[in-house]
């Protein structure tokens, strides 16, 4: 049976002191600012959070390890979240962005939700993963098995999709310019096609084991040393800026040249 709790309307910033230990139900008025660090962590009574438009800060780890915890819907006028703001809650099965959402998510938001299947994206996004170089914004989220970047994202950075191993298809934005370090280390997808304004691929793409094809456009300038060489066992077609033709060593293994078919633009 759920048990519902609802803030007092004209509190600013909550800090989960003023909400009973047992509730179920969350709900916050549009009142609410900021939802404090640490504000909930390890609750595992607390099934649903209900934001309002207004809420415009959540904390460091404010839910963390809220096991209970099923669904998201952020407002629009939420504009920043702290790192491992719902890292560990394994009951997580969705979460949605609606407007345009913060610019950035940071490093372990949603890191081991190993339940989370839907995720819809805000369209202001522009960076995943910043901050320290600890759990990406969805590392380990074994569920995954879709994502559409939207159009204005720019960086996707540090492991930001490291060990989603049923992450098959990756929809990428025109805008992307960056794909960062373990960025999609160990996913199944099977192909990546980069557009025009790319400019670096940097230790992303080790462990896609399934991974078939890439191309990169003519605007890479930056590779990492052995980027193809190892991990891909599956890589067949390579499409890479002819600038790199005469250095092929320095990103494939010698016996990959036997089985990947590589052609320049």
Request: charged fraction near 25%; aromatic fraction near 10%; charge should be negative.
């Amino acid at each position: 049976m759920m048990k519902e709790f609802t803030v007092k309307e004209g509190t600013v910033k909550v800090d989960g002191m003023e909400v009973e230990e047992d509730c179920t139900r969350l709900i916050l008025p549009p009142s609410v600012r900021e939802i404090d660090d640490f504000a909930f962590f390890g609750n595992g009574t607390l099934e649903e959070v209900v934001f309002s438009e207004g809420l415009q800060r959540i904390g460091d780890c404010a839910f963390r390890e809220c096991t209970a915890l099923r669904s998201l819907v952020f407002p629009a006028s939420l504009q920043t979240v702290g790192s491992s703001a719902f890292m560990d809650c394994s009951s997580l099965e969705s979460a949605v962005f609606t407007g345009g959402g913060p610019k950035e998510l940071p490093t372990e938001m949603f890191c081991n939700c190993k339940a989370l299947k839907t995720v819809r994206l805000g369209s202001a996004l522009q960076n995943l993963s910043t901050g320290m170089e600890i759990g990406g914004t969805f590392e380990d989220c074994l569920s995954l098995e879709e994502i559409v970047l939207p159009e204005g994202c720019e960086i996707i950075d540090w492991a930001a999709f490291s060990g989603c191993k049923n992450l098959s298809r990756i929809v990428l934005p025109s805008t992307l310019q960056k794909v960062g370090e373990k960025s999609l280390y160990g996913t199944a997808v099977k192909e990546l096609v980069f557009a025009e304004g790319l400019r670096s691929l940097w230790k992303a793409i080790y462990g896609c084991e399934k991974l078939t094809r890439i191309v990169l456009p003519s605007t890479v300038t930056s590779l990492s040393y052995k980027e193809f060489g190892g991990g891909l066992p599956s890589l067949r077609e390579v499409v890479l800026p002819k600038r790199f033709e005469g250095d092929l060593e320095l990103y494939f293994q010698k016996e990959d040249f036997r089985r990947i078919h590589i052609t320049f633009i």
